[in-house]
């Protein structure tokens, strides 16, 4: 059984996989292969705030495989399955093989792992390194071979995926407290020393990729928005993009109705969870709720808490309502069973099937603006073309950035487009992220004070609106 659920998630996951890279993507793509490996490590890696695995990964990956968009997401897409089959082992191992099947199938059909196991970033790569580490944790606490080789060389993995995965200590710390396994705290803490002794290396690199991120939060207010927050709906949306992914509906309360009674079903069967006379039940309830709460207490100073971060505890949230339900007499278990299955197939499909929920169309908008006869410029609200651009766009010398300085709050601190739009009658503006780059939308204002009308407004998902100017004679 399990290798036809393996089968399955490994085809739904090359559903749609071809869509357009979207800006984080392309970034590390358009990065990582133009450097040299030393470079991707002491200067790349600084500015994105993961450890080093996932870059070296993806910098070895693109010399063997190349850079196209199906390339750069099958290792996503390998550690999406990888994840699975971990989930199976954990579960056969803690209740029964049942279970262990159950488990896996929730996984492999949720809506939110799919789409990560499609997305060229670390999160896919992070909940298998976490799910990995945990399946060795059980082994070493079942004393079974090897298992404590399998801990470190798995810690190194995890350690080095990303940041907030490493909460998954206190997790494995809190099961050991919580059923009194206090002769084994040595040799689990014996076993983390040694994975982290592989990365001190990467110390002074943490570190300035700290201050970075201190300095980025302080100078752009809005990206806080962006990259993560502290507060009930934050915490809220991670539980629901659990459930349902990245669908959702334009209408709020059409939107409500439905969220209501679809959430209401997990959390029923994650409350059943909680009655269950195993202990095993703990690792479960550690692994979701105590790296969760650590980073949503931490986001109060440090942006950082977002559902997607949070991936590495979905398989324990999904091992959660697998428990509740097996827990359930045979006729009620069938019906939540279905309607567990049912939700999230119907969501995953919504997803990969309908162009609206996939990622930024940054293809479509080149495509569309390549096919614009005589265009010679198009305006970004950024201080340079964005790394799709670059990553898509053949004639990138028709791309330029508006703003001097990002972000922009006044007049000067946008490029002198008089000069510009020299010999220019017709430019697109791209509205992509203005609300952190040029709120108080300085290049619209001086476009229209240079004469120029706004004739026509495109939209393109994910990347907004791109609006067409043309000169006012």
């Not at 199976?88 to 929730?106: A, D, M």
């Not at 959430?263 to 095993?280: A, D, M, P, V």
């Not at 979701?288 to 997607?308: E, G, K, M």
């Not at 609206?356 to 010679?376: A, C, M, S, V």
Request: a positive charge; one cysteine or more; aromatic letters at 16%.
């Amino acid at each position: 059984m399990i290798f036809v659920i393996i089968t399955v998630a490994f085809l739904i996951r090359l559903i749609s996989i071809n869509q357009s890279l979207w800006l984080d993507e392309a970034i590390i793509v358009e990065h990582l292969k133009n450097i040299s490996f030393f470079d991707a490590i002491s200067k790349y890696a600084i500015a994105d705030f993961h450890p080093p695995g996932y870059v070296i990964l993806i910098w070895s990956w693109i010399r063997l495989f190349g850079s196209s968009e199906i390339s750069v997401r099958i290792p996503s897409v390998i550690f999406g399955i990888g994840t699975i089959i971990c989930v199976y082992l954990i579960g056969y191992k803690l209740v029964s093989t049942w279970f262990g099947v159950l488990s896996s199938l929730f996984l492999a059909v949720n809506p939110l792992h799919v789409y990560y196991s499609q997305e060229a970033r670390m999160y896919s790569f992070a909940a298998f390194d976490t799910s990995l580490n945990m399946l060795f944790f059980i082994k070493l606490l079942n004393k079974e071979k090897y298992s404590f080789l399998g801990f470190i060389l798995s810690g190194i993995l995890l350690l080095s995926s990303d940041y907030l995965a490493i909460f998954i200590i206190f997790t494995q710390l809190a099961f050991l407290v919580l059923t009194k396994r206090y002769s084994f705290v040595k040799k689990w803490l014996l076993g983390f020393l040694i994975s982290s002794a592989f990365l001190i290396w990467w110390v002074p690199l943490l570190i300035k990729q700290f201050q970075l991120g201190l300095t980025t939060a302080e100078r752009v207010p809005g990206w806080k928005e962006v990259v993560g927050g502290f507060g009930l709906k934050p915490a809220i949306l991670t539980y629901t993009k659990f459930i349902i992914g990245r669908v959702s509906i334009d209408n709020n309360l059409i939107y409500a109705l439905v969220l209501l009674p679809t959430c209401s079903i997990f959390l029923f069967l994650l409350i059943k969870s909680f009655y269950t006379t195993s202990k095993e039940k703990y690792i479960l309830l550690s692994w979701l709720f105590v790296p969760t709460l650590i980073t949503w207490l931490i986001s109060a100073f440090l942006p950082i808490f977002s559902y997607f971060r949070m991936l590495f505890v979905l398989p324990a949230f999904l091992m959660l309502i697998a428990l509740g339900a097996v827990t359930l007499k045979k006729a009620s278990r069938k019906i939540f069973i279905f309607l567990v299955l049912l939700i999230q197939i119907t969501c995953t499909f919504i997803y990969l099937l309908s162009p609206n929920f996939h990622r930024e169309d940054w293809k479509g908008l080149i495509t569309f603006i390549e096919q614009q006869p005589n265009t010679k410029l198009v305006l970004l609200e950024n201080t340079s073309p964005v790394s799709p651009i670059n990553y898509y766009a053949e004639n990138r010398q028709v791309y330029k950035g508006a703003l001097k300085t990002f972000p922009a709050y006044n007049s000067n601190d946008i490029v002198d487009l008089e000069k510009e739009l020299q010999n220019v009658e017709k430019t697109y503006l791209v509205d992509y992220l203005v609300e952190i780059s040029d709120p108080n939308r300085q290049v619209a204002k001086k476009l229209e004070s240079l004469g120029f009308v706004n004739t026509n407004t495109y939209n393109f998902n994910g990347v907004g609106f791109v609006y067409e100017y043309a000169k006012n004679n």
